[in-house]
């Protein structure tokens, strides 16, 4: 199974110590999307938007400790998309998005630790920064 990360598991190393059996598989874009911060990252339905993003093969037992971490079901839920590679190979994958929505600037930590993970999938942080001001 895939999974599409878009904040702090994007970094590779953090994602290693959370679901051991995870495996780092592409670089991948879902459509459709815009990267959003709610405190923790968010992606929020734009028609025109993109956010990149990563995916990993995981477990039965990786899910059980992503779903652990990421507070499903009450802080996130889950959302079944397809992402596609750079080139043009589509994934079906799932996602974390948040129950509730709002606009909140994350911490200065949890910011670094997803740019450790833009650095890791050599993604642009653009995006990532344009998040953040607007989240202020």
Known sequence: MYYFAYGSNLHRKQMQQRCPDSRPVARVKLKGYRLKFNRVA???????AEIWGAIYT???EDIKHL???EGY???YTKMEITVEDEKGQTYPA????MTIKGCKEPSD???QTIQEGYRDWGLEMGPLKQA?????
Do not use: C
């Open 58 to 60: 995981v477990t039965p």
């Open 132 to 136: 953040r001001e607007q989240s202020r």
């Open 42 to 48: 968010d992606i929020m339905p734009e028609k025109e």
């Open 94 to 97: 799932f996602a974390y998005v």
């Open 67 to 69: 779903d652990r971490y």
């Open 109 to 111: 930590g949890y910011y």
């Open 73 to 75: 079901p009450s802080l």
